[in-house]
């Protein structure tokens, strides 16, 4: 069964540096989404984005949150200027078209497919 | 508001034994879904129930759904360790865009 994708695994970062995480999303998947958990808490929504452009946010993506999908392929979270209090797993999703009876998985057309998530510790 | 709160927080049982947990939310529903995370891991899929369905059954894993009083069940039947794990339900509210809001999660120990 196809699989989401994310790399790094594991990134270690200054405060106040800049980091990218990616996502390779399931092919032919329309819908896209970050979430993060913070170490013993719920997983917690960050965006979603259809159509090339961002469809939904949380409170907690503010300006120093950024998405975007450069290519056919990847989907990137960039964390302008990291803060103590953004260190958490961070989980890259991807659902296919409720419409599209061709590129449902397994679990059917509604199913968020995660990735294994990038863990990212702020120093 | 809250969304997709579980309980128990924590259940401990027996290999062979079934292991019930709940999940209640507040707001009206496309979708709600059931996800499996292993320590530290990632979340791994188990099973979608629509808000026009009442039941829905994968393997030994039996998920109802009433939306009535905005709740759900899951039941995993004959345990085994491996299914040792954090289960969190996760709602995809009505005229969202996927949103995926999840619970606090249900911590299950299967001890041999």
């Known amino acids: 069964e196809p699989e989401v994708t994310q790399t790094p695994s594991h990134q270690v970062t200054q405060m106040g540096q800049e980091v990218i995480l990616r996502c390779v999303p399931i092919s032919n998947h329309l819908y896209f989404y970050w979430y993060r958990q913070i170490l013993g808490q719920k997983v917690e929504f960050l965006v979603s984005?259809?159509?090339?452009?961002?469809?939904?946010k949380s409170e907690i993506f503010d300006d120093q949150f950024s998405v975007e999908r450069p290519d056919g392929s990847n989907f990137t979270l960039k964390i302008r200027s990291t803060k103590l209090e953004d260190s958490a797993m961070y989980f890259c999703?991807?659902?296919?078209?409720?419409?599209?009876?061709?590129?449902?998985?397994?679990?059917?057309?509604?199913?968020?497919?995660f990735g294994p998530g990038t863990r990212l510790t702020v120093l | 508001s809250q969304q997709g709160e579980e309980d128990p927080q924590a259940l401990s049982i027996q290999e062979g034994e079934n292991a019930t947990m709940n999940c209640s939310y507040k707001t009206s529903i496309n979708n709600l879904q059931w996800y499996r995370q292993n320590s530290g891991r990632g979340l791994v899929h188990l099973i979608l129930?629509?808000?026009?369905?009442r039941e829905k059954h994968s393997g030994r894993l039996r998920v109802t759904l009433d939306t009535s009083k905005k709740s759900s069940s899951l039941l995993i039947t004959a345990s085994r360790a491996a299914d040792t794990a954090s289960y969190f339900c996760a709602t995809d509210a009505a005229r969202s865009w996927g949103k995926l809001q999840f619970g606090a999660g249900t911590q299950v120990v299967v001890t041999p």
């Open positions: 984005f259809y159509n090339n452009e961002i469809s939904e």
């Open positions: 999703a991807s659902r296919a078209n409720r419409y599209d009876r061709t590129s449902g998985g397994a679990g059917g057309l509604d199913t968020q497919y």
């Open positions: 129930i629509r808000s026009n369905e």
